[in-house]
């Protein structure tokens, strides 16, 4: 049960706050999509700390790659877990052209552990390390022992799927959109999974290549890269070759 309260900013905005969980709070434009927001950002925050579950599994070796490399090209294995730098995860769909998944500082890999009626497109997953990357890798037999050993691990697990659903489900909405408020909200999602927030509202992420932004956006790199360059004439975002700052409240709104 969530004890909420609200009210109204100065700017007219109405902000919802989940005071029995400290620190949860969103805003809305009403009163209702403020209260809807942070019960959302509830969710979110109890599966996150669900996650910590997965730390229960044995300590794996660690292997490096470079920049671009390639982690799997033809699905996963297993269960991996990035300990520094960032993995991008991607399909190819049914039009032959690719679809990004997720971009992850953390785990990747948990569809290795659905059954085979869940894997149909498997075979076409692939990760690559978007920056110089640490990985631990779990072989999908050893995590499913494992979950049978340890109810942390399962919840864990659980919790990990839960995420992934949102967040497709999100993106399912999002389909609906034009190409410019498409990447908006990926470069919103992107702020808040992997983004560092800078004083003053600002969020930056480390620099994506257009082809990712235009998987995760289901659009063509040539629509991205006037979609961006759209944004940032706004005053949204500003980009270069190390990073990207996100105006998170103001690209919220706009």
Known sequence: MYSIETEVEDDGRWIAEITNLPGVLAYGATEEEAIANAK?????????????????LPRSPVKDYLKGQAIYTAGPGGLYLVTSGLVFVSRVGANG????????????????????????????????ALQPTSVMYWPAF???????????????????YALRNLEYCERLEMMQLLCEQRTQKVLLQLAASIGTEQPGGATVLPALAHPVIAALTATTRERITTAMADLQRKGLITYNRHEITVRTQELRAA
Not at 43 to 56: A, C, P
């Open 40 to 56: 959302a950002v509830a969710r979110m925050t109890s599966l996150t700390e669900l996650l910590d579950g997965l730390m229960s």
């Open 97 to 128: 052209k690719q679809i990004g998944l997720h971009v992850t500082p953390e785990w990747f890999g948990e569809s290795s552990l659905l059954s085979s009626a869940q894997t149909l497109s498997l075979a076409t997953e692939k990760a690559e």
């Open 142 to 160: 050893e995590v499913k022992q494992a979950r049978l050993a340890s109810r942390d691990i399962d919840a864990g697990l659980m919790a990990l």
